[in-house]
């Protein structure tokens, strides 16, 4: 054979392997094997595969000076290193078998070279923590298959003049041709691998990114759904409230209570922690709140009692900071619990005066048995009451600078003409202004409670 | 032990705060002083670190101080009510010194 036309041939054959390496290696078994799934089925398929492939390469042998180099054993190598042990050896028998019926004196000692470069290679496998070896380690395990396949043929056949004449022929072409078609596999394998890799990745990424979109979603409707609806008409007063909620929920709420013949709970709250947790915990203050508050003019009582239940039921530290009062709209008055929440400011309209509403109470949940002292203040005709929370005051603008409580007291004192409403609509847009392109980190909670003339 | 947070203790680094706090109670620490000088902002997340790691150390036989409050953060402990609850020093050598005498 001139060496032209030598080497179109083994062109040919590489052209075929490779063609062979990206069918098989696109086969859902294979990927499947891959992601470590060893299943009886996936196994028998891949023997059927690689078997089908060793045969291929006894009968595709290419004839160089009169002795065939084949690439017999990749096939089951590739088996085994992919597949392990079984798969190996059952690619390895097929290929094995089928060289065996086809005689010849080097027959014993090719075919079981064969099978025993298919155990190998699953042997591989298995010392590789039931991996993949990499293309390096591929190409080198194969170049030591094949030079064993050589020592048997060796060792085996005679008579032994005439092995070694083989050997001498096929050792280089065999060990060149077999290393080349597995470097064209392990090259294909680990591209394979990278990819699955990147992709599933890739997937879990996403998944995780959907159920975090899901729970800032359920957090949000949570919180909303117990916000209430309407605003109570209150004789001789105008009320109004808002509540933003931030893109990641912060347990923020306010709620109007029907305490007993025309008394009014006001509450306004902030939970400690985000998103699902702070939005079922605000949900379990309110209720206890609620509960605790309706028929029960005191709001030190109630507001003890919502405490203890609270705190029995708070586990890791949650807290909730909150103010609450019932106003009598008969007396003008506003006997209130400030239980650890950021003070509501009182503008007197007369005087310009600030009186903010602390008690000193400890925000609930803290403590069992916690005292929430209570107080008093009567509210005037004129007199501006702001309730907010500190999703409000902490709003930061450029350069970290917050909205803070100055800027809220003037942005009331220059709107207290307003009716509550537009004032509720008039401060939360100053803050959302002042934030500007900023994200908003926490819910914006206002309350509005003006005096106005009775009747 | 002592611990020393920076920078503003809002909800993505109480988090880290908490795993601190968490890890070193698990290491066996039951006596912590906080030296907050080095953090301007605490949110209501931070808040609540602080008060699970006193509970937890509270209820191990331990207790965790604060020394060295900025007022703002003074400001925001005081309103939530949290300077009844916890034990707070000018600085973390009076803190620690209230641990050696047994307090």
């Known amino acids: 054979m001139a060496a032209g036309t030598l080497l179109l041939t083994l062109i040919d054959k590489i052209c075929v392997i490779m063609v062979a390496a990206y069918l098989i290696t696109r086969t859902r078994r294979f990927c499947e094997v891959l992601d470590g799934r060893l299943t009886r089925e996936n196994q028998a398929a891949l023997i059927l595969i690689f078997g089908g492939f060793s045969v291929f390469g006894t009968v595709s042998g290419v004839e160089i000076f009169g002795v065939i180099a084949n690439v017999r054993d990749l096939g089951p190598m590739i088996g085994g290193l992919v597949g392990g042990p079984v798969v190996g050896l059952g690619a390895g028998l097929i290929g094995g078998v089928h060289r065996y019926l086809l005689g010849g004196f080097t027959g014993p000692a090719c075919s079981l070279a064969t099978v025993l470069a298919g155990f190998l290679g699953g042997a591989v496998y298995l010392l590789n923590r039931r991996r993949f070896v990499g293309v390096g380690g591929a190409v080198i ?95 001789g007063f105008d009320l109004a409230a808002k509540s933003i909620p931030a893109k990641e929920v912060g347990g923020d709420f306010y709620d109007f209570v029907p305490v007993s013949e025309g008394r009014i709970g006001l509450v306004i709250a902030d939970v400690s922690g985000k998103s699902v947790p702070a939005a079922l915990f605000m949900v379990l203050s309110r209720a206890i709140l609620r509960a605790t508050a309706t028929g029960n003019p005191g709001p030190s009582e109630a507001a003890r009692r919502a405490n203890d239940l609270i705190a029995a039921d708070a586990k890791s530290g949650m807290f909730v900071t909150l103010f609450y009062g019932v106003l009598d709209p008969g007396s003008r008055t506003l006997r209130y619990v400030n239980a650890g929440h950021n003070p509501p400011a009182v503008l007197d309209g007369v005087t ?80 959302v202004a002042f934030s500007g392109d900023r994200p908003q980190f926490d819910d914006i909670t206002l309350m509005v409670l003006k005096g106005r003339r009775s009747g | 032990m002592i611990v020393l947070p920076t920078g503003r203790l809002d909800a993505p680094s109480s988090e880290e705060l908490k795993a601190d706090m968490e890890r070193l109670i698990g290491e066996g620490w039951r006596k912590i002083v906080a030296n907050l000088e080095g953090v301007d902002y605490i949110s209501s997340s931070g808040l609540r670190v602080m008060l699970s790691a006193l509970k937890k150390l509270r209820s191990l036989g331990g207790d965790l101080k604060l020394a060295s409050l900025r007022p703002y953060v003074r400001e925001t402990f005081e309103i939530a009510g949290f300077t009844q609850l916890f034990k707070i020093y000018d600085g973390e050598e009076e803190a620690a010194d209230d641990f050696r005498r047994g307090g």
């Open chain 1, 352 to 431: 310009g005066e600030i009186t903010l509403l602390r008690t000193g109470g400890l925000a609930m949940g803290v403590m069992e048995g916690a005292d929430m002292e209570e107080r008093e203040i009567v509210l005037c005709e004129e007199d501006t009451v702001i309730f907010y929370t500190d999703g409000v005051i902490e709003a930061t603008g450029e350069g970290l600078e917050q909205f803070g409580i100055e800027r809220l007291l003037k942005v009331t004192r220059d709107n207290s003409h307003l009716p509550a409403a537009d004032l509720v609509r008039k401060i939360a847009g100053e803050v």
């Open chain 1, 141 to 235: 395990f194969s170049a030591f298959a094949v030079s064993l396949h050589m020592l048997l043929v060796l060792l085996i056949s005679q008579p032994y003049e005439e092995a070694v004449m083989v050997v001498r022929e096929t050792a280089v072409p065999m060990i060149a041709s077999n290393t080349f078609g597995m470097l064209v596999f392990a090259f294909m394998i680990s591209n394979l691998m990278k990819e699955r890799k990147t992709a599933s990745e890739r997937d879990e990424y996403l998944d995780e990114l959907e159920k975090k979109r899901m729970e800032l979603s359920i957090a949000r409707e949570i919180q909303e759904s117990f916000l209430p609806e309407t605003v109570p008409e209150v004789e």
